[in-house]
């Protein structure tokens, strides 16, 4: 009964948009090119997320308060602003090693650091394409 709710409302979702609607597109198809010939940089430094998945294109702010996390994002945004973004399997895990993330990613630009009064940072990203992370640990 309570997969045919979610058949039910799934099938609601996308009545209100008709064929007259603007759907503006996250990227460009020239910026979606130009983003897939991009090389991994040898070195990709992985920032874990609770709760949360970055796709290609996007843009959205997160708040890192892992004393790993502020570092990581304080030592990328004085080089070349390039990390991997993963999404944690268990968002109780404080440390997440390789077995706790998922194995699909994207990498992100950071766009703006901002540091906040409690000791926090929040980073503005765009992800830019999708990387598996078994392509980094063996390149």
Do not use: C, Y
């Not at 897939?36 to 290609?56: A, M, W, Y």
């Not at 944690?88 to 906040?116: C, F, H, S, Y």
């Amino acid at each position: 009964m309570a997969r045919s709710k979610l058949t039910s409302l799934d099938s609601l979702s996308f009545q209100e948009i008709n064929e007259e609607a603007d759907l503006i597109p996250l990227m460009t198809p020239e910026d979606e090119e130009a983003m897939n010939k991009e090389k991994l940089p040898e070195i990709l430094p992985i920032l874990p997320l609770r709760n949360t998945v970055l796709f290609p294109g996007v843009v959205i702010p997160i708040t890192a308060g892992r004393d790993k996390s502020i570092k990581l994002l304080n030592e990328t945004n004085k080089g070349n602003k390039t990390i991997g973004v993963v999404s944690q399997i268990d968002e109780a895990v404080e440390d997440p090693e390789l077995k706790d993330i998922n194995p699909i990613g994207t990498v992100a630009k950071i766009l703006r650091v901002l540091k906040m009064p409690d000791g926090n940072i929040t980073v503005i990203l765009q992800g830019q394409k999708r990387f598996e992370v078994s392509e980094i640990l063996t390149s």
